[in-house]
């Protein structure tokens, strides 16, 4: 128990947070209100699964790197706390969980698969060759809600949920860059690819204000095309309010928030999406 606690604290369990009410968020547009509840148990553990398996292989995958950095050199695989045969094992048990989900889930699900697993595989690589590497991000989050929706109704998704899949993307992928910026100096040195380390960190800090306003507007949009209502535009106001606080407190010579910015502000914007959304839908009923 002791190794699982350490395994979890690895991937940061608790930032799955981020992604899930997304995901519930397009199960509740499919559904057209609260779904089944095997609906919700699947949709929950695959969603688990998913990102368990991302985070560990990209854990594993960066432990050289994150031995170097001084920002992540005590992390569980860097620091000795686990070794890399242990996070294979996790790896398995996260792929497992994810196959035990999607084969209780309607046949669409299980014929698109490696739609979802693709991306996670293989974007903590990118950073060796891209700077482009937050929007690979950004398109894993921005799969949960798309993913949800081929559960509910096991159709494909609609442009209302393209619509929220692609404002994840752009939220996502701004806080990346965000985030990124602690590691410009490392980064550079090493030669890893990101926003900042190629157009600069107050560049990059603009470039998220800019994909944050994209995401709200998409956001908008996903409302519109589901007829959300005043509701939701009511809960969308009070998101547009926490990320220009994130985009507020943090600056290209002051990154000591970064914190505050990304953890804090950014848990809000995702449970406050859902609430909005599920109001909204139950309201509309």
């Not at 406050?272 to 839908?281: N, S």
Request: charged residues 10%; aromatic residues 14%.
């Amino acid at each position: 128990m002791g190794k699982l606690k350490i395994l979890l604290g690895m991937i940061k369990f608790e930032h799955t947070i981020f992604a899930l009410p997304f995901a519930y968020s397009g199960m509740v547009l499919g559904a057209g209100g609260l779904p089944d509840f095997a609906t919700f148990f699947w949709v929950t553990l695959a969603m688990i699964g998913a990102r368990s398996f991302a985070m560990a292989l990209n854990r594993l995958q960066d432990a050289a790197i994150d031995k170097k950095n001084p920002r992540t050199d005590e992390r569980a695989l860097p620091a000795g706390l686990v070794t890399s045969g242990e996070a294979l094992i996790f790896i398995a048990a996260a792929l497992a969980a994810f196959f035990a989900a999607v084969f209780q889930l309607p046949d669409l699900c299980r014929r698109l698969w490696a739609v979802v697993l693709a991306p996670m595989a293989v974007y903590s690589l990118t950073k060796r060759f891209t700077w482009a590497c937050h929007f690979v991000l950004g398109l894993c989050l921005g799969l949960a809600p798309m993913g949800a929706w081929v559960a509910a109704t096991n159709t494909l998704p609609t442009t209302g949920i393209w619509m929220l899949a692609i404002g994840v993307m752009l939220w996502t992928a701004g806080f990346d860059i965000l985030y990124s910026c602690q590691d410009y100096g490392f980064d550079t040195r090493e030669g890893l690819h990101s926003v900042p380390v190629r157009f600069g960190i107050a560049a990059a800090l603009q470039a998220t204000k800019l994909l944050h306003a994209l995401a709200v507007l998409f956001l908008g949009l996903m409302g519109f095309f589901f007829s959300l209502g005043a509701v939701f535009y009511a809960g969308l106001a009070v998101i547009a309010c926490f990320l220009w606080y994130e985009n507020s407190i943090v600056k290209p010579h002051d990154l000591s928030r970064m914190n505050a910015a990304f953890f804090t502000a950014n848990g809000c914007v995702s449970i406050l999406a859902f609430a909005a959304v599920f109001a909204a839908v139950m309201a509309g009923r």
